[in-house]
């Protein structure tokens, strides 16, 4: 009932940035929490960075500093922005949100997930 739709992702060089975006759209009551994770070929999805309605955030320890997750209630809309790209950031980028429906219940959805290559 809960889609999300991202955008954003795409080919940089090292050193450069992209901001991904997530929109929610459907029967949402509330967004409990928003974030990002990723995957690269042959390792495990990781958590990139989350955030609470309340804007309550947490980074994995690899992207502190360099990446700001951010979001507009109002818009049902979570922002990546990532600075200071390296090679291993590399990885398809899935937006995830947590939440409850306005039928009752809570959703947990996931994006189709975007593309991050940071290559030279």
């Known amino acids: 009932q809960v889609q999300l739709v991202e955008s954003g992702g795409g080919l940089v060089q090292p050193g450069g940035s992209l901001r991904l975006s997530c929109a929610a759209s459907g029967s949402i009551f509330n967004i409990y929490i928003m974030g990002w994770y990723r995957q690269a070929p042959g390792k495990q999805r990781e958590l990139v960075a989350a955030i609470t309605s309340g804007g309550s955030t947490n980074y994995a320890d690899s992207v502190k500093g360099r990446f700001t997750i951010s979001r507009d209630n109002a818009k049902k809309t979570v922002y990546l922005q990532m600075n200071s790209l390296k090679p291993e950031d590399t990885a398809v980028y899935y937006c995830?949100?947590?939440?409850?429906?306005?039928?009752?219940?809570?959703?947990?959805?996931w994006g189709q997930g975007t593309q991050v290559t940071v290559s030279s």
């Open positions: 995830n949100a947590r939440g409850r429906l306005l039928s009752k219940g809570d959703f947990d959805s």
